[in-house]
């Protein structure tokens, strides 16, 4: 018997030993639906002891224990937010880790309920994440359009004779909004104008808004603000994706999305979109004698690649747009001469995006990217009397440096950029001679940037500093800070200075719809902003119902700009800033899920912007002081039925003054209006069907062509759309998606 029992005792202290020889476990990744899943490849070190260890196929390892106590675990995947464990003994361990995926920052947790939008509340900038939830509330046909429930961001009607939709971030036009692909800048120079439309809404995973300046490391313009778009990524994405799109005013639309994955390790995954759109039809239903909307066709494509391996990862994007649009009178044909009012505008481009990513050997949270794009742009544009023919070619590149400072608390983000940009540019407006805007720019850059976490306070402080071949060393400072007393409260601050360069011709495209004289009288030179703000996000119960009030308040200032003064109906005056520029908005928001599924937003704005006007400081033209939105989503428990409905209410704003050859005057202000908006959508298997109304009180802006009848006269004018000029608007849709595998992923 007792040789039995020290048989049974040795067995028992030899499995204990080898047991407390090693460290296991099985490494997780969570998707923003928070679908778990195992990670194949996971990178699990012992610093101190330096150990290292992979999981395998099943997503499990396996490490010897630490030598080194205490010891810190790091485990880590390429795409994926690390994770940090500090090892105190040599205990056996049996560990479950899940880390979060780059595009699920710990916020989108509130994302896993299927809230369509959210503050990250881990960043010490005032971030709003929309996911994807938040583009299917409407029918987003490019991204543009896909603000119309986000009261953060404004989108202006469209306008008539070229289509064109823009953008207002604090009350500033979308010039001063600095737009990011995947943390690249984007539209830039000549490309703004119309960009925003190459981009459908179905190619978007996620948008991050920022208000006021964003970080020094992604560039030098954000003046009012910073909107990242990441695009849906390879590795995950469907096998098929399809949306159909067809509506009352001609327009139709068609998206078709694939991804697929290489190799024996399935390290590289490729994914391929692309769109196709237009309209169709001639539609003038506020009866001037105008194409409501241009007619035309628009076309682009885009082909992602991704390799993700143990200490590197490349993403590379390739992408085309074409677009023609033919607007103006009823029955107008570029390619026959009829003595008709038209417009024809035409935009090409071509470019290539390059990120490639090293994790250090030695330093495990030690990274080196690099980053660069290379663009060709071309438009080419009339409307009625005015000629423009800009073409662009611009290299872009950005190195950055990220590690720690003795602890995860302390980060530094370090580096250097270049942008090289050539304008060939030439304007002939009405009667005058040709004018020429071409340049070359050339601008290196370096940066700094800090971030202290400590308990409830968070700092971001950063220097940039860009000097321009024509006008020389440009600073850029920037700090935030956020407290969060509780963990329901979260206090943000900030301030900046931000710049840009501005386009004559492209930042006012509108303005060719009118047959005013462009005088010139400004030096060219850049425009400089200093931005400051601040935000309270409180979270609490009434009862059972959470809430969610987050007012956040933003002061931009200039010291330079390009003033477009258009006081004068005859004439469009450019000068620089000659007395004050400036710009305040208020916002509160306040969100609520009373039922399960149920997601209720109510959005006050007000916005002061005022200039100096001819020596005049007065307010800007077509900014509404008080804006208001209601938003109502409801997902029922089956998730076979989704319901929207979004109502906004525009405020009086201030017009151009007009005189009319008989004598009277147009009207110099608006007065307040409502949209409401409306959309229904169906799950069926793989299937979505969506229908939808816009503008169902029929609202239609009178008058909103001055000089229609005459369009070739001196007060014609089609820039004073602020309003629908079209009426009720009903589509119809579809989307259908072929999942990947789990096993796939």
């Not at 082909?303 to 029955?331: C, F, P, V």
């Not at 601050?493 to 011709?505: I, K, T």
Request: hydrophobic residues 35%; glycine residues 8%.
């Amino acid at each position: 018997m007792k040789t039995i029992q020290k048989i049974s005792f040795l067995i028992f202290t030899l499995c204990a030993f080898n047991s407390a020889a090693q460290i296991s476990g099985t490494v997780y990744s969570t998707d923003e639906f928070g679908k778990r899943e195992t990670l194949v490849g996971a990178q699990v070190y012992l610093v101190a002891s330096k150990l290292f260890a992979q999981t395998n196929a099943r997503g499990k390892f396996n490490l010897p224990a630490p030598t080194v106590l205490p010891d810190t675990l790091i485990i880590r995947f390429i795409g994926h937010h690390s994770d940090t464990l500090i090892l105190e003994t040599a205990i056996p361990l049996e560990l479950e880790i899940t880390l979060f995926s780059d595009n699920v920052r710990p916020e989108v947790i509130i994302e896993a309920r299927q809230n369509a939008t959210s503050i990250l509340k881990m960043e010490p900038l005032f971030v709003q994440n929309l996911s994807e939830n938040e583009f299917r509330k409407a029918a987003c046909c490019n991204i543009s359009e896909a603000f119309e429930t986000n009261a953060s961001v404004d989108v202006s009607m469209p306008d008539p004779i070229s289509g064109q939709r823009r953008i207002q971030m604090l009350g500033l036009d979308g010039i001063y909004t600095q737009i990011n692909l995947e943390n690249v800048p984007y539209f830039r120079g000549l490309s703004y104008a119309f960009g925003m439309s190459s981009i459908p809404g179905t190619w978007a995973n996620s948008i991050q808004v920022t208000k006021g300046t964003g970080s020094v490391v992604h560039g030098y313009e954000s003046m009012a603000g910073m909107i990242n778009i990441e695009l849906k990524q390879a590795e995950n994405h469907d096998l098929l994706y399809i949306n159909g799109y067809g509506n009352l005013f001609g327009r139709a639309e068609l998206n078709v999305q694939t991804a697929r994955h290489f190799g024996q390790q399935k390290k590289w995954s490729s994914a391929l979109f692309a769109h196709g759109s237009g309209f169709f039809m001639e539609v003038d239903n506020n009866k001037d004698g105008f194409r409501d909307f241009p007619l035309g066709q628009t076309f682009s494509a885009l082909n992602r690649w991704s390799y993700e391996g143990k200490r590197y990862e490349m993403k590379t994007i390739i992408a085309g747009h074409y677009d023609n649009k033919i607007g103006g009178q009823l029955g107008y044909d570029p390619r026959v001469t009829s003595g008709l009012f038209g417009a024809q505008i035409q935009n090409q481009d071509f470019e290539v995006i390059s990120k490639m990513g090293f994790f250090l050997k030695n330093r495990p949270e030690g990274s080196i990217a690099l980053l660069s794009k290379g663009k060709i742009y071309s438009n080419s544009t009339f409307i009625g009397n005015n000629q423009y023919q800009g073409d662009e070619k611009r290299f872009y590149f950005n190195s950055i440096y990220s590690d720690i400072l003795g602890c995860k608390s302390r980060k530094i983000q370090t580096g250097l950029s270049l942008v090289v940009a050539e304008f060939n540019e030439r304007f002939i407006n009405g009667p005058m001679p040709a004018r020429d805007f071409s340049r070359l720019e050339i601008i290196p850059g370096a940066y700094g940037e800090f971030t202290w976490t400590k308990d409830k306070f968070n700092m971001l402080a950063g220097f940039r500093g860009d000097y321009h071949n024509l006008f020389g060393f440009i600073p850029s400072p920037r700090l935030h800070m956020k407290y969060s007393p509780t963990k329901s409260t979260d206090l943000r601050v900030s301030g900046g200075r931000a710049w840009r360069v501005p386009n004559y011709v492209t930042d006012n495209m509108g303005m060719l719809a009118t047959n005013r004289i462009w005088v010139n009288m400004a030096n060219l030179e850049p425009e400089i902003s200093w931005n400051v703000g601040g935000s309270v996000v409180q979270s609490f119960d009434l009862g059972q119902t959470p809430f969610t009030l987050t007012v956040d308040y933003f002061h931009t200032r200039f010291e330079k700009q390009l003033i477009l003064d258009m006081e004068d109906q005859y004439f469009v005056f450019f000068y620089n800033l000659q007395g004050t520029s400036i710009s305040n908005t208020l916002q509160t928001e306040l969100t609520s899920e009373p039922i399960q599924g149920l997601e209720l937003r109510f959005v006050y704005k007000f916005t002061d912007v005022r200039t100096t006007f001819g020596g005049v400081f007065q307010q800007r033209m077509m900014v509404p002081r008080h804006r208001g939105m209601f938003n109502a989503g409801y997902r029922t428990p089956n998730k076979k039925w989704e319901f929207d409905f979004t109502t906004t209410v525009m405020g009086m704003m201030r017009l151009t003054h007009i005189q009319n050859l008989d004598g009277t005057m147009e009207p110099d202000e608006t007065k307040p209006f409502a949209v409401l908006n409306a959309q229904v959508t169906h799950v069926w298997k793989n299937w979505d069907f969506y229908i939808g109304g816009e503008n169902l009180t029929n609202y239609i802006q009178k008058g909103a062509i001055v000089g229609a009848d005459n369009p070739f006269g001196e007060t014609f004018d089609a820039t004073r759309v602020y309003a629908p000029i079209s009426g009720i608007n009903v589509y119809v849709g579809f989307r259908y998606k072929i999942a990947r595998k789990t096993e796939e992923h």
